[in-house]
């Protein structure tokens, strides 16, 4: 090998070291867990209501997304309805076809929040809209809780509310 080329290999050698180094140091990636430091998605429930129409239901909740990436909207793709005797799973495309109506909150109309086959709910981080399905359930009378699963993040800070039917 000629002098150029141990210099070459010897610089090369400590740039992968530097770097791997600093790796290290700051993250403990190479050695150790990936880390992300990035915020999960929370989805708040901030009102929810409940009507009867005929054999179904007009379920009426305003849903916020207060924390999380705002690169993407967060999503809710399982919704579960439930009291002490009963309960219900939504999917999401259930989710989309029972959605009749969704009103974006005044402060935030540049902001669209929609629902789909796929997402189910999509809430961009700040914005609130209020979401209207009319479920082809009869809901008889007293007190149901709506959980909104959003992936990635644990049970306890999953969206919960309460409704009563009377």
Do not use: C
Not at 70 to 90: C, F, G, R
């Amino acid at each position: 090998m000629d002098r150029t080329s141990i210099i070459a290999l010897v610089f090369g050698i400590l740039v992968i070291g530097f770097i791997l180094g600093t790796g290290q140091w700051a993250y403990g990636n190479v050695v150790g867990p990936l880390v992300n430091y990035s915020k999960l998605p929370k989805l708040e429930i901030t009102y929810i209501t409940a009507k009867d129409q005929g054999n179904q239901t007009l379920l009426i909740m305003n849903i916020t997304d207060v924390n999380g990436p705002d690169a993407y909207p967060a999503s809710a793709p399982l919704m579960e309805i439930y009291n002490s005797t009963w309960h219900t799973y939504l999917n999401s495309s259930e989710i989309a076809n029972y959605t009749v109506k969704v009103i974006q909150a005044p402060w935030n109309e540049n902001k669209k929040d929609y629902v789909n086959w796929y997402t189910g709910f999509a809430i961009v981080l700040g914005s609130e809209a209020q979401f209207q399905l009319l479920l082809p359930i009869h809901l008889s009378p007293g007190t149901y809780h709506v959980k909104l699963y959003t992936p990635a993040i644990s049970q306890k800070s999953m969206a919960i509310a309460n409704f009563t039917i009377s």
